[in-house]
């Protein structure tokens, strides 16, 4: 079977843009916490949250980058 091109609509790349977006902006709130507390326990959870926005972003350009890749 032949795979088709996959086309994302303006509206497809506007919601991964917001879906970024809030991802980039949670991490700069959350850098922003970091660096205003000194208890171990509140930065080691923020710093899995943060961790876990950063891998939603990666995706987020990996989705992009795979389908620039594919069509070009």
């Not at 790349?13 to 991490?27: E, G, K, V």
Request: aromatic residues 12%; hydrophobic residues 40%.
């Amino acid at each position: 079977m032949k795979e088709e091109n996959k086309i994302f609509t303006s509206k497809d790349l506007a919601y991964l843009s917001d879906i970024f977006n809030w991802n980039l902006i949670a991490n700069q709130k959350i850098d922003f916490f970091l660096k205003n507390t000194t208890d171990e326990q509140v930065i080691e959870l923020f710093t899995n949250i943060s961790n876990m926005h950063n891998e939603f972003c990666e995706k987020i350009i990996n989705i992009l980058k795979k389908w620039e890749n594919k069509n070009g």
